[in-house]
């Protein structure tokens, strides 16, 4: 999910009477909502699953066990230093360290389990396992959401009472909750429409606005195809089925690129339902390698990397 959309997680958790805990209750949750995206930076790192965009820093190990004492560490010693310096307000609330872990810990976990909504999945079991995780419940920003959240913060934050912000988070799970039941009806529609294909891998993506609709994406012994679901219209049939084309990874010259760079590598671990296009030209090739769940008619086109090799 996007930041925002992890910040007022973090911040209605704040408003039902969590922040009055301790002193910087409000700051460790929104930035422990935030901090698995960390691993944004480390696109470098030569350990894969720091390296892995959702991958360790998402996962039950790194985000939710380890790093929530870290910044909980970090926030008291930024404490400490402010109380030096006299910074901190004579009538402040007490700082409880323990409740300062606790809340890290609260916030951290919201955010793999929001991540997980959407097709981009996550590596919950990372780095023990780099199978990836998805429920396909929300798109990656999802103005209801936003809209629930924000307005119970408000709400909370105007009465000064923590209940509007209790009731925005129970109707957010309750959202969630419903788009993933639908994704399932989602699924269980492609393999009740003809030719009734038994995929081996199935994404069912949400709409932005439309968020009872589905766009989606299965692979089928190597053949990639793309379909929409919409339950108004019709609840145990897709309404829409595109023909279903090869996604190129068992040819040879695919296979060879596939190893060709570490680039490559990288891209091919991350993706989940990758396709090739080959251009050969005399004496070279270009395999361009993409991920079908960011392909399709209404995602992007920008998930891509490119080979180009010798063939003779």
């Keep these: 999910m996007d930041n925002l959309t992890h910040s007022l997680a973090g911040w209605a958790l704040a408003e039902t009477g969590l922040r009055h805990r301790t002193r910087k209750g409000l700051v460790a949750l929104v930035l422990a909502a935030n901090m698995p ?24 190990i790194g985000g939710v066990l380890l790093m929530p004492p870290l910044l909980a560490a970090l926030l008291w010693l930024l404490d400490r230093w402010q109380a030096s310096r006299g910074k901190i307000a004579a009538d402040a609330r007490p700082l409880r360290f323990g409740w300062l872990v606790l809340l890290s810990y609260i916030g951290a976990i919201t955010h793999p389990l929001l991540d997980l909504q959407n097709v981009y999945a996550v590596q919950l079991m990372s780095p023990w396992s780099a199978r990836w995780f998805h429920t396909d419940g929300l798109f990656i920003i999802s103005p209801w959401l936003l809209a629930m959240l924000g307005g119970g913060i408000w ?3 105007r009465r000064r009472r923590g209940g509007a912000a209790v009731l925005a988070l129970g109707a957010s799970i309750a959202f969630i909750g419903a788009n993933i039941g639908i994704s399932a009806l989602a699924r269980d529609a492609l393999v009740t429409s003809e030719p009734y294909p038994q995929p081996d891998r199935v994404f069912a993506a949400p709409a932005p606005v439309k968020f009872w609709e589905r766009d989606i994406v299965w692979r ?7 379909g929409h679901y919409d339950p108004l219209r019709d609840l145990t049939r897709l309404d829409r089925k595109g023909a279903g084309l090869p996604d190129n990874m068992a040819l040879p010259l695919v296979q060879r690129a596939a190893r060709a760079t570490a680039e490559t590598v990288k891209f091919l671990a991350w993706s989940q339902m990758p396709v090739a296009r080959v251009e050969a030209k005399g004496c070279s090739a270009r395999v361009t390698f993409a991920d079908a769940r960011f392909t399709g008619p209404a995602m992007a086109r920008n998930f891509n990397t490119v080979v180009d090799l010798k063939t003779c």
Excluded at 220 to 225: H, K, L, M, T
Aim: charged residues 20%; aromatic residues 18%; neutral net charge.
């Design 37 to 60: 995206d960390i691993d944004v930076f480390f696109g470098w790192a030569p350990w894969a699953p720091l390296a892995m965009h959702r991958g360790f820093t998402h996962g039950l």
């Design 155 to 157: 709400l909370a934050r």
């Design 220 to 226: 089928e012994r190597g053949v990639i195809a793309f």
